[in-house]
């Protein structure tokens, strides 16, 4: 079973890059983009989040032992888990059609989107990301993934959604402060 759900989660990403890199060629035309450092900032923490996940060894022990056998019920939460955050990330990336980046950007003819999943958080990508990542860590069952790496993916994503958001209130003053007030951030209902 744990095999098979790795198989699952495997195709999940997969599937993810497929997707992203198709749909990046139809963007619009960026009239801001962030520079390369600033970038950098959030980047580096996710390429650490996906050693960690990826290289089981890249910590010392006891970073690289499991932390809990793989039964069938955690083998089937985690690809069941994972097929969810793609679906929730490619209906985010839908409805942002045209507006899409993966860096901070202002485009041309910006839109705020609120519908589909935007109705639920304003991120997400991310939050599908989010979901995408832990039930990969947990699957793979790795203390330092886990304990590392789930964190540093959070704060990459919530350094780059800080941003993003400063060039949403400067687009939208209103309307965005408005959206801030009804919409959770990354975890819906929550934060």
Known sequence: MCLLAGNIIRICWALFLVVWIAAAISTK????????????RYSLLLVAAYVLLL??????HPFD???FPCSDTIAWVCAI???AGLIFCV????????N???RVTLKENHELIERGPYRLVR???YTGLLVMYVATAILLGRMGALIFGVPLVFASFWIKLRDEEKIMLTQFPEQYAAYQER???IIPFLL
């Open 81 to 83: 888990s994972c097929v």
């Open 100 to 102: 899409w980046s993966g």
């Open 55 to 60: 290289n089981p060894n890249a910590l010392p």
């Open 123 to 125: 991120h997400p990508i």
């Open 29 to 40: 035309r960026a009239v801001y983009r962030e520079s390369e450092r600033r970038r950098l």
């Open 65 to 67: 032992l499991r932390l």
């Open 183 to 185: 919409t959770a951030r």
């Open 91 to 98: 209906w985010a990336r839908a409805t942002l059609g045209r």
